[in-house]
């Protein structure tokens, strides 16, 4: 075996070798570095992006949500929310009643989606940590307050304490639109979800809402949260048809999971992509190790001749295209991991050299570049770029131990 590591680095490393070779081995070197580099760092933002979206968007957003079919609201709701808590997979359970209408301050209107929230459930949830103890403490006293998303609250040049109306539409009896209900109210404060969620919600009593909705039974329909929001769909289902109620199902990959499918459709594709560039690089492992067999045939027929199997012949030559992949991958990974570990610190850097910023909170809901560094595949990409260099080096390796050395040295 030791002489298989010497012949095989011997030929690597020999001066004679062709300059045109040397070219083709460095670039595969290089091809194979960069691919494992950018699948890296790559797969890190799509983690992180994956993370951000579970920590932040999925934490103030419910996972799941039944809604009466009755317009009457959800009968007996209390029983059927104290079955919820008992549910393991459930985090958090509350009623709720959403009405979507036109806000209105002076001669100016902004469309927003505003939820009645029953304080005694809302006091658990995570609203109570997004304003100010003082503003919740207002908001919990006043039946007519109001919490509004900073975007509606910018664009119509409000302030808390000032007074708006809500316009919500109401349907007759023959399922006509009829007048719109008003509803006056008094911003308390704004809540600052980032991204387009922020531009069009708003929160306010549950009970002011049932009114306005004609809502008998107190309650439109129950929402929750689960332990991992990943399994709505399924648990979402299987909670629905226990439910004694008739409800409409509905889960955030439904309302909010184009950007989840989005990071799911573009982790596929990048993957797909960079192992076919590291795949082509390989390739180049072929035509560098058919060029050095071409080179090498004299000293190959003379290590025949000197009683080296074809087992031994193979060997070197595998070795010796492996190594490139080993010098690449190494390269590669170590400064995907780095480069990944320290994304989001380079990445305000470069914002602040060049006066730019990738993300903008007013459009997305974080303002920085993420990144989550998973190891198992950072394995998986080593792996897949050591294989790909051993596949590569098979057919020259075997064309060389094919040689005969009574052609060769009969020249």
Known sequence: MHLVWLLAWRFRSDKRQNGFISFISASSTFGIGLGCFVLIVLLSVMNGFERELKDKLLSVIPHAEFKSVYPEGIENWQQEVNLL???????????????????QKGNKM???????????????????????????????????????GAGVIEKLGLRVGDRVQILLPQLS?????????????????????????????????????????????????????????????????EIGFELRPEVYMSNWTISDGNLYQDIQLVRAVVYLALTLVIAVACFNIVSTLVMAVNEKKSEIAMLKSMGAKNGLIVF????????????????????????????????????????????????YFIDFLPSELRWHEVYMTASIAVLLSILATLYPAFKAARINPAKVLGH
Do not use: C
């Open 110 to 148: 902004k469309a927003v989606e505003v939820t009645g929230l029953n304080m005694e459930f809302a006091e658990l949830g995570i609203l109570p940590s997004l304003v100010e103890e003082e503003q919740w403490q207002q908001f919990k006293a006043d039946h007519n307050a109001v919490l509004l």
């Open 316 to 363: 070197v030559f595998m070795l010796q295209g492996t190594f490139n992949g080993l010098i690449g991958t190494a390269f590669g990974v170590l400064l995907g991991v780095f480069m990944a570990l320290n994304l989001a610190n380079i990445a305000s850097i470069i914002e602040h050299l060049l006066g730019v910023q990738f993300l903008s909170g007013d459009i």
């Open 85 to 103: 808590r008992k549910h393991p997979e459930v985090t958090f359970v509350e009623p709720y009643i959403k009405a979507t209408g036109m806000l």
């Open 173 to 237: 009896s023959d399922l006509s639109l009829s007048a719109p209900k008003t509803l006056n109210l008094h911003v308390i404060g704004s809540i600052d979800l980032r991204g387009e969620l922020s531009n069009h919600i708003g929160f306010i009593h549950m009970s002011l809402a049932a009114e306005a909705q004609n809502i008998e039974n107190g309650a439109q329909g129950i929402r929750l949260r689960y332990r991992d929001p990943f399994t709505a769909p399924k648990l979402t289902r």
